[in-house]
């Protein structure tokens, strides 16, 4: 079933791809925003009109709808704080100059952009953290097909061994990417798949090897300790790596999520992560709270199950189509 579920959607991605430009990829991002623009812009809006007067009320109001929509508590102060320092130093004084003012102080929040790239050394490992039902299957599967269609040699390994499920799919998005899958079967020990996966990858000359692994968090300890050996045997077996630790947290979780990254984060340190369903959240706000409450790059964000979309975080493009609503251009 699965199987043919991927293949009905392949030439939906194929056209997606060959019409996508920049301006396609904003309305994209722009309509895969509307459930959090809804919750964000609309309200947002009605208090930032012309003629009222900017008081410590509003800047409260302020505050609880950025709450609302998940940027999370210390992340929100912080930058209610940056906005009052402004709002001061600019001599502000109605709220309708406080939208650009929020715009540009929610993008010094984000910081520069760290897109995910791979470098000279091979293979490059990039191992990927996550609670299941994250979307970790499927954004493996994506990044395999996109370093393949750049023309990269591609290697990924089972290492959630304990879902016979978890490994068959990956199977399915490893044929249809046109990647080699390195699995141990179903309780085999993790690290050592992992193990030999990285010893597959020298010997076949790969370019990336992308690792799975389990996600469990209801048995926390003994799946941290798991995660940390993982990280310990990729350094042993190959230097420097993981070269990248990406963690894919759901978008419609809110603030589980950054919960859940900070337990990651203590197991091996998260260098990137990637947010997936946005489209089907009112609290994408989680996105601009991630980096300041963990210290890690947003570097991918979903907005749907299409191959191509899963991309490089671009934060001026996020808060743009934030700010601009249905049928205004940026």
């Known amino acids: 079933m699965l199987r043919n579920l991927f293949k009905s959607r392949d030439k939906d991605d194929v056209e997606s791809d060959a019409g996508d430009t920049q301006e396609n990829w904003f309305n994209r991002l722009k309509s895969g925003l509307t459930k959090t623009r809804n919750q964000f ?99 493996i599967g994506k990044l395999a097909s996109r370093f393949i269609t750049d023309g990269h040699r591609v290697v990924v390994a089972a290492g959630d061994t304990f879902r016979a499920a978890a490994e068959d799919q990956l199977a399915i998005w490893c044929e249809r990417a046109g990647a080699e899958l390195i699995r141990g079967g179903e309780n085999a020990e993790p690290a050592s798949v992992v ?7 020298k010997h076949r000359n790969a370019d990336v ?24 045997v990729m350094a042993k077996a190959q230097a420097n790596a993981p070269h990248e630790v990406l963690l894919v947290v759901d978008g419609t979780v809110g603030q589980n999520a950054l919960m859940q990254a900070k337990i990651f984060n ?40 299409k191959i191509d979309d899963l991309r490089d975080f671009a934060g001026a493009d996020f808060v743009e189509a934030l700010f601009t609503s249905e049928g205004e251009k940026a």
């Open 41 to 139: 812009l609309s309200q947002l809006s009605g208090l930032l009109g012309v003629g009222r007067k900017i008081d410590e009320d509003l800047m409260e109001e302020i505050e609880e709808i950025l709450i609302q929509s998940d940027v999370g508590v210390d992340t929100t102060l912080t930058l209610m704080d940056n906005v009052r320092e402004r709002v001061k130093a600019e001599g502000l004084s109605d709220s309708s100059a406080l939208a650009s003012v929020l715009k540009s102080e929610i993008l010094n929040l984000l910081g520069e952009d760290v897109p995910l790239a791979i470098k000279a050394e091979k293979p490059w490992t990039i191992l990927v953290l996550g609670v299941n039902g994250a979307g970790k299957t499927t954004t």
């Open 209 to 232: 090897l992308i690792v799975d692994t389990a996600g469990r968090l209801h048995t926390k300890k003994p799946l941290m300790d798991e995660l940390s050996k993982i990280g310990r």
């Open 266 to 305: 203590d197991a091996v340190p998260i260098t990137g992560v990637a947010v997936t369903k946005l489209d089907g959240t009112a609290k994408g706000g989680i996105v601009i709270g991630v980096n300041a409450e963990i210290g890690a790059p947003v570097k991918l964000i979903g907005i749907g199950e």
């Open 195 to 201: 193990f030999d996966a990285i010893h597959a990858a």
